[in-house]
């Protein structure tokens, strides 16, 4: 992360905590969340994966929740995922699902969590399909891959986890989870972290990332790569095609709302492309993280006003 590019996600971070701020946004921005959040209910984030679909890119459905306030509301999320499973067998879609472990109640009860995440995890299963643990801010990193294993050994292994790559941990994370079998997302990281335990400078999360993508690939593990970087793309490719891996060794994932088109062409190209779809009306969070990500979202969504 270079100095410009902080400064700019702490000043959007501090200006999307605001409660005035917040409050307009949830008046009157769902309509520019809309570039990011598929849809408000699950109908209409179906119609979006199957239009993806027809295009040669898999999604991975996501129902938008976190820092929930309590089980109660951790069993709601529970339910809606357990609905979602059987929508996407009922409609035939290719998609798989992620969901993040506090939606869940890891921050309130980790075992009612552990409890809700096994039973999505075996609805999964009894479809053939796969959940996806979505790796969060460094508070909830270990209890996550310890939740991931225990899955695997209770025999559920149609679920897997995420590395984020500026993690000063993660090589080592990266390396006893693919002993365990464990299939793993790698991202460069979303969330604000102190130096202490995570890489701040953008040389030392992009050589960090391509440890890791590179660790998956020698080792023959199927490896997705999650990254909207043109450089990383065009490095997995140089790497893939030098080495001899297949395309269906490996795949891009992508978020909706951006880099559609891009998508688009790697499907045609032949490679494997997920595109994670998020719905649902608890999009603020997920909305203006996207934002302070990079000001290139940001001009996204202005030229949507604009417009």
Same mark, same amino acid.
Request: charged letters at 25%.
């Given at each position: 992360?270079?100095?410009?590019?902080?400064?700019?996600?702490?000043?959007?971070?501090?200006?999307?905590?605001n409660r005035a701020v917040k409050r307009l946004t949830l008046r009157?921005g769902r309509k520019l969340a809309s570039r990011f959040v598929a849809?408000?209910?699950?109908?209409?984030? $179906?119609?979006?994966?199957? /239009?993806? !679909?027809?295009?040669?890119?898999?999604?991975?459905?996501?129902?938008? #929740?976190?820092? &929930?306030?309590?089980?109660?509301?951790?069993? /709601?999320?529970?339910?809606? %995922?357990?609905? $979602?499973?059987? /929508?996407?067998?009922?409609?035939?879609? =290719?998609?798989?699902?992620?969901?993040?472990?506090?939606?869940?109640?890891?921050?309130?009860?980790?075992?009612?969590?552990?409890?809700?995440?096994?039973?999505?995890?075996?609805?999964?299963?009894?479809?053939? !399909?796969?959940?996806?643990?979505?790796?969060?801010?460094? *508070?909830?990193?270990?209890?996550?891959?310890?939740?991931?294993?225990?899955?695997?050994?209770?025999?559920?292994?149609?679920? #897997?986890?995420?590395?984020?790559?500026?993690?000063? =941990?993660?090589?080592?994370?990266? =390396?006893?989870?693919?002993?365990?079998?464990?299939?793993?997302?790698?991202?460069?990281?979303? %969330? =604000?972290?102190?130096?202490?335990?995570?890489?701040?400078?953008?040389?030392?999360?992009?050589?960090?990332?391509?440890?890791?993508i590179q660790l998956h690939l020698d080792r023959g593990v199927y490896?997705?790569?999650?990254?909207?970087?043109?450089?990383?793309?065009?490095?997995?490719?140089?790497?893939?095609?030098?080495?001899? &891996? *297949?395309?269906?060794?490996?795949?891009?994932?992508?978020?909706?709302?951006?880099?559609?088109?891009?998508?688009?062409?790697?499907?045609?190209?032949? %490679?494997?492309?997920?595109?994670?779809?998020?719905?649902?009306?608890?999009?603020? *969070?997920?909305?203006?993280?996207?934002?302070?990500?990079? *000001?290139? !979202?940001?001009?996204?969504?202005?030229? !949507?006003?604009?417009?």
């Amino acid at each position: 992360m270079n100095i410009g590019s902080t400064l700019y996600s702490k000043a959007m971070t501090a200006v999307a905590g605001n409660r005035a701020v917040k409050r307009l946004t949830l008046r009157y921005g769902r309509k520019l969340a809309s570039r990011f959040v598929a849809s408000d209910h699950l109908q209409g984030a $179906l119609r979006e994966v199957a /239009a993806l !679909n027809r295009l040669g890119i898999s999604a991975t459905l996501d129902a938008l #929740g976190e820092g &929930i306030g309590s089980t109660d509301e951790a069993l /709601a999320y529970r339910d809606e %995922y357990l609905k $979602l499973l059987d /929508a996407i067998a009922d409609s035939g879609v =290719r998609a798989n699902v992620s969901l993040k472990p506090t939606q869940m109640g890891l921050a309130i009860d980790a075992g009612a969590c552990f409890r809700n995440i096994r039973d999505i995890v075996a609805r999964a299963r009894q479809y053939g !399909n796969f959940v996806r643990l979505d790796m969060e801010n460094s *508070p909830f990193t270990q209890a996550t891959i310890d939740m991931t294993l225990r899955l695997y050994r209770e025999g559920l292994t149609n679920a #897997g986890t995420v590395l984020q790559a500026y993690l000063k =941990r993660t090589e080592g994370d990266a =390396r006893d989870l693919m002993d365990a079998g464990v299939s793993l997302r790698l991202v460069k990281g979303a %969330y =604000r972290e102190p130096a202490a335990i995570a890489f701040q400078h953008k040389a030392e999360i992009v050589a960090s990332f391509k440890s890791i993508i590179q660790l998956h690939l020698d080792r023959g593990v199927y490896t997705a790569v999650a990254s909207h970087d043109d450089a990383i793309v065009s490095w997995v490719k140089a790497y893939t095609s030098k080495n001899g &891996i *297949p395309k269906e060794k490996f795949e891009f994932q992508m978020l909706y709302g951006l880099r559609m088109s891009e998508q688009a062409r790697l499907a045609k190209e032949g %490679y494997r492309v997920r595109c994670y779809v998020p719905y649902g009306t608890m999009w603020y *969070p997920y909305y203006t993280r996207r934002l302070a990500e990079k *000001p290139g !979202n940001l001009w996204l969504v202005a030229k !949507n006003l604009l417009r």
